[in-house]
């Protein structure tokens, strides 16, 4: 029998689901909620179905999401459908602390040449997860993501960046101005990419401390963005192709500054 308690979690999961609650996150499936616990998110609550509390590896998550958590509530599978933010109920859903990373925090992050990646007024919060996962395994030292851009932190992005989002260095809430101006403080590069730009990607030294704007999925970067970087860069393409997914874009610069950076270290 769900218990008023209970109720009263599930309510406040739903809430924190569909973004009313500023200072929770709601992370859903066993992976991501592995990623919670590695990652040391302060976690507010657990919410898992009777059925996958009788699976030996998700038993042994809950025991261990127990011992940083006092409160687990055992449901149905109906009821966690209920909150569930996909189709397909994953079977455990945590609340946890949103991380934080101000401004003064996420400086004392970065290393002397840092590898940053500004996400501006990137709506889809599938593309914000995924460049956020490719940024981490490509070896970038943090994000930043102005107001324009969706939440990093909202179940959907969660489960784009697949954990990335928990260790990645991340400033979110700027705007593009005062972001630039940050990096100019600090000496940082900042690049963004253009059709009409004259510099190949690989022509570009990334060595150096950069930091890669990627701006809307269907429209890019004004015309006033693009001036105000420092560096413009295009990625040749053939065919009648014009322009490539926000994502499949920053895959492949920040790929390439990882070789560069890569090939400096062995030499």
Same mark, same amino acid.
């Given at each position: 029998? /769900?218990?008023?308690?209970?109720?009263?979690?599930?309510?406040?999961?739903?809430?924190?689901?569909?973004? =009313?609650?500023?200072?929770?996150?709601?992370?859903?499936? @066993?992976?991501?909620?592995?990623?919670?616990?590695?990652?040391?998110?302060? +976690?507010?609550?657990? +919410?898992?179905?009777?059925?996958?509390?009788? =699976?030996?590896?998700?038993?042994?998550?809950? *025991?261990? &999401?127990?011992?940083?958590?006092?409160?687990?509530?055992?449901?149905?599978?109906?009821? @966690?459908?209920?909150?569930?933010? !996909?189709?397909?109920?994953?079977?455990?859903?945590? &609340?946890?602390?949103?991380?934080?990373?101000?401004?003064?925090?996420?400086?004392?992050?970065?290393?002397?040449?840092?590898?940053?990646?500004?996400?501006?007024?990137?709506?889809?919060?599938?593309?914000?997860?995924?460049?956020?996962? $490719?940024?981490?395994?490509?070896?970038? $030292?943090?994000? +930043?993501?102005?107001?324009?851009?969706? *939440?990093?932190?909202?179940?959907?992005?969660?489960?784009?960046?697949?954990?990335?989002?928990?260790? &990645?260095?991340?400033? !979110?809430? $700027?705007?593009?101005?005062?972001?630039?101006?940050?990096?100019?403080?600090?000496? /940082?590069?900042? %690049?963004? !990419? *253009?059709?009409?730009? =004259?510099?190949?990607?690989?022509?570009?030294?990334?060595?150096?401390?950069?930091?890669?704007?990627?701006?809307?999925?269907?429209?890019?970067?004004?015309?006033?963005?693009?001036?105000?970087? #420092?560096?413009?860069?295009?990625?040749?393409?053939?065919?009648? %192709?014009?322009?490539?997914? %926000?994502?499949?874009?920053?895959? #492949?610069?920040?790929?390439?500054?990882?070789?560069?950076?890569?090939?400096? +270290?062995?030499?």
């Amino acid at each position: 029998m /769900i218990t008023s308690r209970d109720n009263s979690l599930l309510r406040r999961a739903r809430a924190v689901r569909d973004g =009313k609650v500023d200072d929770a996150i709601f992370v859903e499936g @066993l992976r991501l909620c592995e990623e919670a616990l590695s990652s040391g998110l302060a +976690i507010e609550a657990v +919410i898992f179905s009777d059925e996958i509390a009788h =699976k030996e590896k998700a038993a042994r998550l809950i *025991d261990q &999401l127990g011992q940083v958590c006092n409160r687990l509530a055992s449901v149905s599978e109906k009821l @966690l459908e209920s909150i569930s933010y !996909t189709k397909t109920p994953q079977g455990i859903v945590l &609340l946890a602390a949103r991380p934080e990373m101000d401004e003064a925090n996420f400086k004392s992050a970065q290393p002397s040449a840092p590898l940053l990646v500004v996400l501006h007024g990137i709506n889809n919060p599938v593309n914000v997860g995924a460049i956020l996962r $490719t940024a981490e395994a490509a070896g970038a $030292t943090g994000a +930043i993501t102005t107001q324009q851009t969706s *939440d990093p932190f909202s179940p959907k992005s969660l489960r784009g960046a697949m954990g990335s989002a928990f260790r &990645l260095p991340i400033w !979110t809430g $700027t705007t593009f101005d005062e972001g630039l101006a940050w990096c100019r403080e600090r000496q /940082i590069e900042t %690049v963004c !990419t *253009d059709v009409a730009g =004259k510099t190949a990607y690989t022509d570009l030294d990334w060595t150096t401390a950069k930091a890669l704007i990627m701006g809307p999925e269907s429209t890019g970067l004004s015309r006033e963005e693009v001036s105000a970087a #420092i560096n413009v860069i295009t990625i040749p393409m053939l065919g009648e %192709v014009q322009s490539l997914n %926000v994502g499949v874009a920053a895959a #492949i610069i920040l790929y390439e500054a990882a070789r560069q950076r890569a090939s400096r +270290i062995r030499v």
